[in-house]
């Protein structure tokens, strides 16, 4: 239980950094979506080199392993399961960031409350994890909501599903990686730093970096941390509580995106918008109901075991 805990706390930070996260991007308006990212992956790895040096350093003192330990463990199947959600989570982030920076803040905001569908769906296929009839009404739901939403927009909504699925299978091969937070996305960046070098060479006069004085660069800069921070969280959270509920807490950074495009960005809601909304938030209510109970009758039933009645002798 205390593992479990601290995964919902981990989580929780995750996305309430996630949700906030629009408001950052805003600020990098000017600069490509492709340049963003490539920095975004190359001072992550500046970031998390220099974590896993210090960190190392404090184990090997107190007679644990030295710096680095973890990325030599890990095999070859490991570091090519995290190649892939490390191709998976760099669309993410393209997809995200031109999402923000073309005014489509909502949109964004849909795919990550379709997300926990996805999620659980995703656990269903391929960790085996059992769903209750309410959990099959959510994804049904969900479904009719994408159709609504199509039908309103004279196309599916790509942007939200594509953010869906690519986070969805990103967090699917997270839980199945037998790493810790640290390391396992200290090799999803090491993958993808050569293709985030190879992309500033080729924007080259059109990158900002160097353009647009001390501020915007130092601002690039920090999407080292902005990134790092949340999906070290994330990652540390995701080991430690089943997928299903991953997918649940993930609600809170779309309500908070969601928020920021509407009132702080003025995106409009037409009224096919609200009601492929209300359809996922009635998706996901469903959904929350089911695992609260469910959380109460396991409980109830540990209590049982725990104490169970005395029967005189």
């Known amino acids: 239980m205390e593992a479990q805990g601290r995964g919902i ?16 991007f805003a600020l990098l308006a000017t600069a490509d979506a492709l340049e963003i990212v490539a920095h975004r992956v190359l001072w992550s790895l500046v970031v998390l080199l220099a974590l896993a040096l210090v960190l190392g350093w404090v184990r090997q003192r107190r007679g644990g392993p030295g710096p680095l330990a973890g990325l030599r463990a890990l095999s070859r199947r490991s570091w090519l399961v995290l190649g892939v959600a490390g191709a998976l989570i760099a669309v993410n982030w393209t997809v995200y ?28 296929v391929f960790l085996r994890e059992r769903l209750t009839v309410a959990r099959w009404v959510a994804v049904g739901i969900s479904v009719v909501a994408v159709l609504v939403l199509a039908i309103g927009y004279g196309q599916p909504p790509w942007i939200s599903l594509l953010l869906a699925f690519s986070f969805g299978t990103y967090g699917l091969l997270k839980k199945t990686t037998p790493t810790d937070a640290l390391t396992g996305l200290t090799v999803e960046t090491m993958w ?14 059109a990158t900002t970096f160097t353009e647009q004085g001390v501020g915007h660069a130092l601002l690039l800069v920090s999407a080292g941390l902005v990134t790092t921070v949340p999906l070290l969280f994330f990652g540390a959270g995701a080991r ?5 509920m991953t997918g649940l807490l993930q609600n809170l950074a779309p309500l908070l995106q969601f928020v920021v495009g509407v009132w702080v960005f003025g995106e409009q809601m037409p009224l096919v918008r609200w009601i492929g909304f209300a359809l996922v938030w009635a998706a996901l209510l469903v959904l929350m109901t089911d695992m609260v109970l469910r959380g109460r009758r396991q ?5 049982r075991v725990a104490s169970p009645d005395v029967v005189p002798g």
């Open 299 to 303: 409980r109830s039933l540990r209590s």
């Open 97 to 124: 960031v031109v999402a923000v920076n073309s005014g489509h803040v909502v949109e964004a905001a849909l795919g990550y409350f379709i997300n926990p569908i996805i999620s659980v769906v995703l656990g269903v």
């Open 9 to 24: 706390a981990y989580t929780t930070a995750a996305y309430v950094l996630w949700g906030a996260m629009p408001l950052y």
């Open 192 to 205: 993808l730093a050569p293709v985030a070098v190879l992309t500033l060479v080729l924007l080259g006069p």
């Open 240 to 244: 430690r509580i089943p997928l299903s």
